[in-house]
């Protein structure tokens, strides 16, 4: 049974004035394929303090979900990991939630012996 996982943005605030985004609502959603089928969440907020001036700003007019997520994947590190570490991290412990799910559904069958 094979586990994907997806990750989106959800929701996102941000100035009307520059277009600096201040909020990002994000989750990721682990899910077998089987039936049925188990999912694991993990979702969150990301605060930001956007600089107009900086030379890797980007206008929420001129943002790709791609750009978002890469801002969520750099907030998730912890202590020497790199961004795309933080990711398969957070992935690797939804999978595995799921696989318990999985498991532990299989390890048990429900009905009568006649």
Not at 61 to 66: C, G, N
Not at 77 to 83: C, N, P, S, V
């Amino acid at each position: 049974m094979a586990i994907t996982t997806t990750w989106s943005i959800n929701d996102m605030t941000h100035h009307t004035d520059d277009g600096g985004v201040i909020i990002v609502y994000w989750s990721l959603i682990a899910k077998s394929d089987g039936d049925p089928a188990f999912t694991a969440q993990e979702a969150g907020k990301l605060r930001l303090t956007p600089d107009p001036k900086s030379k890797d700003y980007i206008a929420y007019k001129d943002l790709k979900e791609s750009d978002v997520l890469s801002w969520v994947y750099d907030s998730l590190i912890e202590e020497d990991e790199t961004a795309d570490e933080a990711k398969a991290r957070i992935e690797g412990d939804r999978t595995a939630k799921v696989q318990g799910q999985i498991d532990r559904h299989t390890a048990n069958a429900t009905g009568v012996p006649w």
